[in-house]
């Protein structure tokens, strides 16, 4: 049974014509590794967003882990799918870097020496152990970027969402969030990037998913490694 | 019927102020009857009243607190000798509620209007273009941090906290969460702008000309006459 299910997907926004997703009908595997791609505005983060609850579609169904998503509160879905959105600062809500990556931890009710080592383990994995005590407003976009995928992964989802992750990062951060991805996948952690940076889904490989207006238009692995 | 905004502006301060100056529910029952109707006229869609429907609990819960206030009146409901619900607290009750649509209403009118006539029609009011643009500034941000703000709740919400399910004692802390990146955000925005200001030459000349024009007609006249005139009867009715 697929992880993520989509049966006849679609969505339409208030007082728009035309609808944001049309008829999409998806199954995504567990650890599967896609590159979901497409012009702006043919609908990859209205398709994110109803995979994640945030958007309610308007005709057909998503099953997530066999159960309707309707079963499931935002907490739930969070426990299962790391979400990390186009804009980091709508993530950041500390006053460190360090208590960015507990915040989660903290309100999954781990104690005090768990937080800390998984805090140490995932900041060091991501090379911002040094930043630990930096308020994360004043980090760059592409460190930013970073602390919030670190923050995210640290709850250790099954599954995770990057919309636009290279957005504002430069050719090493992405070549080192490239490495990252491959390293969490190899884990065993799907990921799904939407992107339309071509240079990098060349480099991250996986199922490539294409999208124009609002409909899927291409399944295949061309990206794949 | 095409009516200026100016016109639509008089109505509105007409209502807001007679809302506040009025307590008494049967004279703010006719205003908030005389406010739909100008709603109607006015082509604003009704369904937005919907999204208010939760405020009438909130109400309703008014009432009772008002009523271990206000002493007044004939108790409805009472536990021993503490009154829980007295007829005057059910009116003030009322009031506020009435006051509370009245004013939504009015600000539906100037909500359905186009922004771009309203900061025109406060510019020919004499209000300081640098105030005019301060609202016109408010007005075009308030849908982007609508939209912010219910990114990071859901932001949140994905990182495992349950918000239904918050203890009191942490309530303040989760909601300093949420409006940090808000802030962030909103003081970002504002140094961006006002660099953007300066290099498009924000107050170089004194004056400004402006692509649109508003002006009033003979409806309008017609109307601010006839408003002014329904005002005076209204007043007058309450004194005597």
């Known amino acids: 049974m697929a992880f993520i299910s989509l049966q006849e997907v679609s969505y339409t926004y208030n ?11 998806l199954n995504i595997e567990e650890g599967e590794k896609i590159a979901l791609t497409g012009l702006n505005g043919s609908g990859k983060s209205t398709l994110a967003k109803l995979i994640l609850g945030l958007l309610k579609p308007q005709a057909g169904n998503i099953v997530l882990d066999g159960l309707p998503l309707g079963k499931y509160s935002l907490v739930k879905i969070g426990e299962k799918i790391g979400y990390v959105v186009q804009n980091p600062s709508q993530m950041l809500f500390n006053t ?14 781990k104690g005090k020496d768990e937080v800390f ?11 911002l152990w040094h930043l630990r005590d930096e308020l994360p407003f004043n980090l760059s976009e592409g460190q930013k970027q970073l602390v919030v995928i670190c923050a995210v992964l640290a709850l ?15 050719t090493f951060r992405k070549k080192r969030l490239k490495d990252i991805l491959q390293e969490i996948w190899r884990l065993g952690t799907g990921i799904m990037v939407i992107s339309h940076d071509k240079e990098f889904l060349t480099a991250y490989g996986g199922r490539r998913i294409h999208m124009v207006k609002g409909e899927v238009v291409e399944d295949a692995g061309r990206y794949q490694n | 019927m095409r009516v200026d905004i100016r016109t639509k502006l008089l109505i509105v301060a007409i209502f807001s102020v007679l809302a506040l100056a009025y307590q008494d529910p049967r004279t703010l029952g006719i205003i908030l009857l005389l406010n739909l109707l100008t709603v109607i006229l006015f082509r604003v869609p009704l369904h937005i009243f919907r999204g208010f429907k939760g405020f009438i609990y909130m109400y309703a819960a008014l009432m009772v607190i008002q009523s271990f206030f ?12 503490i009154y829980l619900l007295t007829t005057d607290g059910v009116l003030y009750g009322i009031s506020i509620m009435l006051r509370f649509f009245i004013l939504v209403g009015s ?4 909500l359905n209007c186009n922004t771009s006539e309203l900061i025109l029609a406060l510019v020919k009011l004499r209000i300081p273009y640098e105030i005019v643009f301060m609202i016109q500034v408010g007005i075009r941000f308030i849908p982007v941090f609508m939209g912010e703000l219910q990114n990071i709740f859901h932001g949140i919400q994905l990182r495992g906290v349950d918000l239904r399910r918050v203890y009191k004692r942490k309530v303040l802390k989760v909601y300093v969460s949420i409006f940090s990146p ?3 955000s909103v003081l970002q925005k504002a140094e961006k702008l006002s660099i953007l200001l300066e290099l498009r030459g924000f107050r170089k000349s004194p004056t400004r000309t402006y692509y649109r024009d508003i002006s009033l007609g003979k409806i309008d006249y017609v109307i601010m006459t006839l408003s002014l005139i329904i005002t005076a009867v209204l007043v007058y009715a309450v004194r005597h």
């Open chain 1, 156 to 170: 250790q989802p099954r599954f995770l969402i990057l919309d636009e992750p290279t957005k504002s990062i430069d």
């Open chain 1, 117 to 127: 080592h998984l805090c140490k383990k995932y900041l060091e994995f991501f090379e």
């Open chain 1, 15 to 25: 007082g728009r014509k035309e609808a944001a997703v049309k008829n999409i009908t």
């Open chain 2, 107 to 110: 600000g539906l009118i100037i």
């Open chain 2, 182 to 184: 808000v802030i962030y």
């Open chain 2, 70 to 81: 206000v002493r007044d009146g004939e108790p409805l409901l009472q536990l021993g000798s």
């Open chain 1, 96 to 109: 460190s870097v360090f208590n960015e990556i507990a915040f989660g931890l903290k309100w999954k009710g």
